[in-house]
T-cell receptor
Framework: GNSVTQMEGPVTLSEEAFLTINCTYTATGYPSLFWYVQYPGEGLQLLLKATKADDKGSNKGFEATYRKETTSFHLEKGSVQVSDSAVYFCALMGAAGNKLTFGGGTRVLVKP | GAVVSQHPSRVICKSGTSVKIECRSLDFQATTMFWYRQFPKKSLMLMATSNEGSKATYEQGVEKDKFLINHASLTLSTLTVTSAHPEDSSFYIC????????????FGPGTRLTVT
């Protein structure tokens, strides 16, 4: 079956530091890949997505590239802000349906 | 963006009682709604998928008689935890999608259930 593995947190950074959250997946076929963000007290929000190999999703300074050869979708941001403190979830949607499979989530804390 | 609400945000109930959680899409018609359960420091686990007007499809290992799902309209789905036990204590999250091949799911803020 499908599965998503992402690095465990928490990740603590200083403002303006570089952020990377690793995500790898196992799936049959060609899934779509997503990053969701959950700010404190709020629901999950779609941050970015990529639907085919070599696609790069980007939003709010975050980027992730769909790497089929390494089955990865690592999230990066060049300069984080305190407002980026949140829990980040990597997820995939199999080609056959509309169900999302989530990774365990990574809590990121950015300190001033 | 699309807004999904959940009510209540927190609920405490006694063991053996039932509790209902509502999920509403506020500004779009949700042809499909999803219910997830999130354990502390764990990922979201899909419990069931419901389409408006039809029976929910439950994931393997989820008791359909215990977790009753109703999706009676395009803006409302409910999850009823029947005969709740302490092990049912968890964070329940719903999401909704608008159909027509749209794959984006819009998530509610979640409901914290505590069974005493």
């Amino acid at each position: 079956g499908n599965s998503v593995t992402q690095m465990e947190g928490p990740v603590t950074l200083s403002e303006e530091a570089f952020l990377t959250i690793n995500c790898t997946y196992t799936a049959t076929g060609y899934p779509s890949l997503f990053w969701y963000v959950q700010y404190p007290g709020e629901g999950l929000q779609l941050l970015l997505k990529a639907t085919k190999a070599d696609d790069k999703g980007s939003n709010k300074g975050f980027e992730a590239t769909y790497r089929k050869e390494t089955t990865s979708f690592h999230l990066e941001k060049g300069s984080v802000q305190v407002s980026d403190s949140a829990v980040y979830f990597c997820a995939l949607m199999g080609a056959a349906g509309n169900k999302l499979t989530f990774g365990g989530g990574t809590r990121v804390l950015v300190k001033p | 963006g699309a807004v999904v609400s959940q009510h209540p945000s927190r609920v405490i109930c006694k063991s053996g009682t039932s509790v209902k959680i509502e999920c509403r899409s506020l500004d779009f018609q949700a042809t499909t709604m999803f219910w997830y359960r999130q354990f502390p420091k764990k990922s979201l686990m899909l419990m069931a998928t419901s389409n408006e007007g039809s029976k929910a499809t439950y994931e393997q290992g989820v008791e359909k008689d215990k977790f009753l799902i109703n999706h009676a309209s395009l803006t409302l789905s409910t999850l009823t935890v029947t005969s709740a036990h302490p092990e049912d204590s968890s964070f329940y999250i719903c999401s909704a999608s608008g159909g027509q091949g749209e794959d984006e799911q819009y998530f509610g803020p979640g409901t914290r259930l505590t069974v005493t």
